[in-house]
């Protein structure tokens, strides 16, 4: 990911504008990498997505206290700052 597509994105709690994305930030750690498709403002699998992203923090031994609906929320709010109807959440 060199690039954020959308014009604002999450960082650290923060709604951010993409033109201040830094891509040397995701070389600092470890990324985990998922996109969510968004039809009508809706994300599709989104239990599947949340689930697979817990499991991969897990597998990498990560301690995960990011609550379920914390993650939910956020793709909510991401949807709605960037008026997303159909497109992807990378």
Do not use: W
């Amino acid at each position: 990911m060199d690039s954020v597509v959308s014009p604002n994105y999450i960082r650290d709690n923060e709604i951010v504008s993409s033109s201040d994305f830094n891509h040397e930030q995701i070389n600092n750690g470890i990324v985990i990498y998922e996109v969510i498709r968004v039809c009508n403002g809706i994300p599709l699998f989104l239990e599947a997505h949340i689930d697979r992203f817990i499991f991969s923090i897990n597998k990498l031994g990560r301690k995960n206290n990011i609550l379920i609906s914390t993650i939910a929320s956020r793709i909510s709010t991401l949807i709605n700052i960037n008026n997303l109807s159909i497109g992807n959440i990378n």
